[in-house]
């Protein structure tokens, strides 16, 4: 089961933290991704980390601004989101996909969160 928390409304140029809380499973046996869709798009790739948060993957229009973390003790990833833009409004999505999944792609996780909302306005 995932659990996506941590969405809000905030400003342009704000921060956010996307949490996502893994259980039921071992989450160290697992990539972790995280993924968005706003109204009337596709859903889009975001960020994603390997098992041992050695690697981590973005997605153009958000590199240098988001960060992905994991712990794995807490069974947790994270999305640190920063100098948000009117166009990253969206609901954000928690993926978790075998270790050697194809990170970018929706086909390449098995379990996936309720998401939570994310608007940033100006």
């Known amino acids: 089961q995932l659990q996506a928390s941590g969405g809000g409304l905030v400003q ?5 933290r996307l949490s996502c809380a893994f259980s039921g499973r071992t989450f160290g046996n ?17 960020a994603a980390i390997s098992w041992s948060g ?15 973390s994991r ?21 954000y ?3 978790a996909g075998p270790r050697d999944t194809s990170y970018y792609s929706n086909y390449g996780y098995d379990y996936w969160g309720h998401g939570t909302q994310v608007t940033v306005s100006s």
């Open 71 to 91: 712990d794995n003790a807490k069974n947790t990833v994270y999305l640190q989101m920063n100098d948000l833009k009117p166009e990253d409004t969206a609901v």
């Open 54 to 68: 050695g690697a981590t993957y973005y997605g153009d229009s958000v590199k240098r601004r988001f960060t992905v």
């Open 12 to 16: 342009i140029g704000g921060s956010l």
């Open 93 to 95: 999505y928690c993926a």
């Open 30 to 46: 697992y990539a972790m991704g995280w993924f968005r869709q706003a109204p009337e798009k596709e859903r889009e790739f975001v």
